[in-house]
């Protein structure tokens, strides 16, 4: 049975034949100067810091936007110094200045989110191919997988 992630199924979505050319024939399109990130490395970012956040069980049931914040700040920098850069750009130092407004502004809105009572439960979590959601296209069954991102209470 074929499976497709949730990401590949919007690229179909959008567009079959593009799809068809990066998923069956393995074909990209040529990057020769990255001199910002891209939009994959920008969100993967910013997964991997609320990632490490709902992990924190110090500070993810944080009702102070100033101390998720912080938490945010640290988080950032670290997930920064992994991209293994020796001399950052400037249009990525700009990203990463436009990561952490909206992390502020999102510690402001999870502060709120704790003070009514939610709480995380799993962050990041992966749907395999034997949990994922069957679809039939076509007449052909496609399993779609995929990771959801935060699950609250």
């Known amino acids: 049975m074929a499976t497709m992630g949730v990401t590949e199924y919007r690229n179909y979505l959008k567009c079959p034949y593009r799809s068809y050319l990066k998923r069956q024939l393995r074909l990209e399109a040529l990057e020769t100067s990255a001199e910002e990130l891209d939009g994959a490395a920008f969100g993967n970012l910013i997964h991997d810091v609320l990632q490490w956040f709902g992990e924190c069980d110090e500070v993810k049931s944080s009702t102070r936007p100033e101390e998720i914040s912080a938490f945010f700040d640290d988080a950032l920098d670290r997930a920064a110094r992994s991209l293994r850069r020796t001399a950052p750009l400037p249009a990525i130092g700009v990203q990463l200045e436009q990561v952490r407004l909206r992390l502020k502004a999102f510690a402001e809105w999870q502060a709120r989110r704790a003070a009514e009572g939610w ?9 395999r191919e034997e949990d994922g959601v069957l679809l039939v296209v076509d007449g052909v069954p496609l399993t779609l997988r995929g990771r959801i991102d935060r699950i609250d209470v």
């Open 119 to 127: 709480r995380i439960v799993r962050t990041e979590l992966d749907v």
